[in-house]
């Protein structure tokens, strides 16, 4: 099993920054693409950024102002997030999948709220 712990959200005023960190643990697969997903209330849950083997993606809402990174020794993923809207206010969900199998897992959610 594997073990999904964020940390890092909180309330900001509008063009603010926050950082969020998703350490993994357990039986984590390799390799794996790792990477932030976010749900507004009301809405459908969407990708905001991920990053496997080196390579980035991420959503067009945030390109240009969130930045993914990955440690692959202490297996943890952030998201530098700057510039910050008020629709960037959601849980944002940690999630790491298996890349040569089926094999998918989330975190919990940490909520980031933006004040204008």
């Known amino acids: 099993q594997v073990r999904l712990v964020e940390s890092g959200g909180g309330g900001v005023q509008a063009g603010g920054s926050l950082r969020l960190s998703c350490a993994a643990s357990?039986?984590?697969?390799?390799?794996?693409?790792m990477g932030w997903y976010r749900q507004a209330p009301g809405k459908q849950r969407e990708l905001v950024a991920t990053?496997?083997?080196?390579?980035?993606n991420l959503g067009d809402s945030v390109k240009g102002r969130f930045t993914i990174s990955r440690d692959n020794v202490a297996n943890t993923v952030y998201l530098q997030m700057n510039s910050l809207k008020p629709e960037d206010t959601a849980i944002y969900y940690c999630?790491?999948?298996?890349?040569?199998?089926?094999?998918?897992?989330w975190g919990e959610g940490t909520l980031v709220t933006v004040s204008s």
């Open positions: 999630n790491l999948r298996a890349l040569i199998y089926v094999a998918e897992y």
């Open positions: 990053t496997s083997l080196g390579r980035s």
């Open positions: 357990g039986s984590i697969p390799s390799p794996n693409a």
